[in-house]
Nanobody, 115 residues
Framework: QVQLVEAGGGLVQPGGSLRLSCTGA?????IDWYRQAPGQQQRDWIT????????NYADSVKGRFTISRDNAKKTVYLQMDTLRPEDTGIYYC???????????WGQGTQVTVSS
């Protein structure tokens, strides 16, 4: 059974840092992070770490966020630096498993950037 669990959200001042984690990530899966801003229904893609370790970022977070994975711990991390108020939202971990053609989401973790 696929279960992704996020942790690490919280309240931080502008310019601060947080590190999110997503456990349950098998090493053959590409793992994404999405963000759902307040009052917004859709989730916006922000970054992906591929099974080979390569990464991709949305322009809005490039240079400030870093995604990484520890396959031994089945965990993907999202290091968020120089946080801005517009980074506020619920952060979701996501995987699309091709063998079963299904999307899997974690429960989300709240990040609030405010002074």
């Amino acid at each position: 059974q696929v279960q992704l669990v996020e942790a690490g959200g919280g309240l931080v001042q502008p310019g601060g840092s947080l590190r999110l984690s997503c456990t349950g990530a098998e090493d053959i899966w590409n793992i994404d992070w999405y963000r759902q801003a307040p009052g917004q229904q859709q989730r916006d893609w922000i970054t992906t770490v591929f099974s080979d370790g390569s990464t991709n970022y949305a322009d809005s977070v490039k240079g400030r966020f870093t995604i990484s994975r520890d396959n031994a711990k089945k965990t993907v991390y999202l290091q968020m630096d120089t946080l801005r108020p517009e980074d506020t939202g619920i952060y979701y971990c996501h995987a699309f498993i091709r063998t079963v053609r299904n999307h899997y989401w974690g429960q989300g973790t709240q990040v609030t950037v405010s002074s």
